[in-house]
């Protein structure tokens, strides 16, 4: 299989990523630069592992969502601390930021050969991101299956486990997990405090990983 895999460089994706390579899939990444606070650190994460860790090909996409309302994009306001599941990290929802990223994918996906497009959504971005639940996954799939001439299929394979379900299977098939990049304020640490960070702290936890993020609070 012929596998296009949206990466960000986050631990979900990185972990999705080397369950790929695992099962012998071809596999090459595509990340965006979307004018996000923690792009910079996403990118050199996603270089970091699909480049030099798994030697796989990466695609860099800049995008201009600078027009959109997100407290994760630079310039606007800034990134709420809270539980990841408060209401107050809708602030940080990029909108339609998964439709549009999966558009460009099929795009690129049709353009190279590939067969298949995969995302690293799972159950815990289901209370605050719309555009990460079946609801809306599996219309998206379809509509790629129908605008394509290769009938490209998309596959969320993590969409109904939890992130410490994801951690667990990283620790299983050593996915390169502590070089992934989850904080939504892009600073030079993982500040520990944001949705993102305290999401990451508690699926290690929960899953009695070893967490060697290195976080600031
Ligand atoms: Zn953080």
């Not at 289901?126 to 129908?146: G, K, N």
């Not at 304020?185 to 990983?209: I, M, T, Y």
Request: proline residues 3%.
């Amino acid at each position: 299989m012929r596998t296009l895999h949206v990466y960000s460089g986050g631990l979900d994706s990185t972990v999705l990523l080397s369950h790929l390579i695992k099962e012998k899939h071809e596999v090459r990444c595509l990340s965006f630069s979307y004018g996000s606070k923690h792009n910079e650190k996403e990118r050199m994460a996603a270089n970091l592992v699909s480049t030099h860790w798994f030697d796989v090909p990466l695609y860099q996409m800049d995008i201009d969502l600078s027009m959109f309302k997100s407290a994760l994009l630079q310039g606007q306001e800034e990134v709420p601390n809270g539980y990841y599941t408060d209401d107050n990290q809708k602030k940080t929802v990029v909108p339609f930021r998964n439709g549009i990223m999966l558009a460009y994918a099929a795009g690129l996906c049709e353009s190279i050969g590939f067969d298949d497009i995969t995302i690293g959504a799972h159950a815990g971005d289901h209370a605050i991101y719309p555009d990460c639940r079946a609801a809306f996954i599996d219309p998206m799939s379809e509509a790629i299956y129908r605008g394509t001439y290769k009938n490209i299929v998309l596959r969320a394979p993590f969409l109904n486990l939890s992130k410490t379900e994801i951690v667990k299977i990283g620790a299983e098939i050593k996915a390169p997990m502590d070089i992934s990049w989850s904080c939504y304020k892009g600073g030079d640490l993982h500040c520990g405090e944001c949705g993102a960070c305290q999401e990451r702290k508690e699926a290690f936890k929960d899953a009695g990983v070893r967490d060697f993020t290195i976080y600031m609070g």
